[in-house]
């Protein structure tokens, strides 16, 4: 359990050096690109929903393989 503000300060500014990474299968998405992006997984939705709820940034990443 977090008890001080500098541990909820701390967790704050390693949260932020995260970055959630989305593989695209069969997809390219270029820089300044808009594309729709479909999301069949669970864990993928929840990805995202938790990126727009923090108002930050996801890294899409092309699946060479898209059968893996």
Do not use: C, H, W
Not at 29 to 36: I, S
Request: proline residues 6%.
């Amino acid at each position: 359990m977090i008890d001080t503000v500098d541990e909820k300060e701390k967790l704050q500014i390693i949260d932020s050096r995260v970055l959630p990474i989305l593989p695209l299968k069969g997809t390219i998405v270029y820089p300044y690109l808009v594309v729709p992006l479909m999301i069949q997984d669970q864990e993928q939705a929840r990805l995202m929903d938790d990126a727009l709820m923090r108002g930050s940034r996801i890294g899409l990443f092309l699946q060479k393989d898209a059968n893996v």
